[in-house]
């Protein structure tokens, strides 16, 4: 990673950001619209509920008793739709297709096809997972032998982690030491966050990176107590799911870094908080060093 400024550099850069900028820009850049925070994970089965509710409401909206239940037309259309997603392994979406059809009369089929579609499902998420490890893992050793970055630093920062810093869209370079809108914390237990995280707090907090093999746990309260909001360990992105429907940031997670970051925080890694990073300043937070077996 090339280095922007000189310390001196950085401290006049930040002084003249927040400075220059007027409260109306700066309520622009990080402003707090009110956004409905929502679980951002897709349905597995949006597909397949479309087509029940489809077919269902025909027989809902028909006067006909003989409409009460699935034709021999609409047990067809769910049994060709089931077998479809089972070619297109979506495993979820065939399932609960033949299980609307068990619904409605007892179908060899479909029983069988459930049994196949679970086995399959499982193997399915085992790959999924055994892909995702193995990111992880090359991403961690990637970082343990690069001398490019301070090692257990986790990265705070007032705009959400990207693979460059813009101070107009509103992002910061993953571990960039430089940035005006960030703070980095090495091991240990914090309170007092809006006091230490000054700069990534000087307007909201928005994004964490943490490098490989260093957890974070943030909590609620104060003194390392109550609900623990995150904890994850590195290599690892969190990002605020304030802002998961900004056109602005929608990509933030999903697109390709740049070929320097992109081996450090590959997408498996990237995710969206659980809850408005905005609050978590007035907890505490530990970060710990993991070690290796």
Avoid at 22 to 35: G, H, I, K
Avoid at 47 to 54: G, P
Avoid at 77 to 93: C, H, P, V, W
């Amino acid at each position: 990673m090339k280095k922007r400024m000189t310390i001196l550099g950085m401290l006049c850069f930040s002084t003249t950001v927040f400075a220059q900028r007027s409260p109306a820009d700066t309520e622009d850049m990080f402003r707090n619209d009110p956004v409905i925070i929502r679980d951002t994970r897709e349905s597995s089965t949006s597909e397949a509920v479309k087509v029940i509710q489809t077919i269902r409401k025909e027989v809902t909206n028909s006067r006909s008793a003989q409409r009460q239940v699935l034709t021999e037309a609409d047990f067809q259309t769910l049994i060709s739709r089931a077998d479809e997603f089972m070619l297109q392994r979506k495993y979820d979406n065939a399932i609960m297709l033949y299980q609307e059809i068990l619904k409605d009369r007892d179908d060899r089929h479909s029983k069988d096809r459930i049994l196949e579609a679970e086995a399959l499902r499982a193997r399915q998420q085992k790959e999924e997972a055994r892909r995702k490890q193995d990111e992880i893992l090359r991403a961690t050793a990637e970082f343990a032998s690069s001398n490019t970055y301070g090692k257990h630093l986790v990265h705070f920062t007032g705009a959400l982690i990207s693979d460059a810093f813009s101070s107009q869209e509103g992002t910061s370079e993953a571990l960039d030491t430089t940035d005006a809108f960030s703070n980095f914390l090495k091991p240990g237990k914090y309170d007092e966050l809006r006091h230490i995280l000054r700069k990534a707090t000087y307007h909201t907090l928005d994004g964490i990176a943490v490098p490989a093999r260093t957890r974070i746990i943030v909590y609620k309260n104060k003194g390392c107590r109550g609900e623990v909001l995150l904890d994850v360990t590195g290599p690892a992105i969190v990002n605020n799911v304030l802002w998961v429907d900004d056109d602005r940031y929608k990509e933030v997670n999903t697109k390709d870094f740049n070929e320097e970051l992109q081996p450090y925080f590959p997408q498996s890694v990237r995710s969206w908080s659980t809850t408005n990073m905005h609050t978590w300043p007035d907890g505490s937070l530990e970060i710990l060093v993991e070690t290796v077996e």
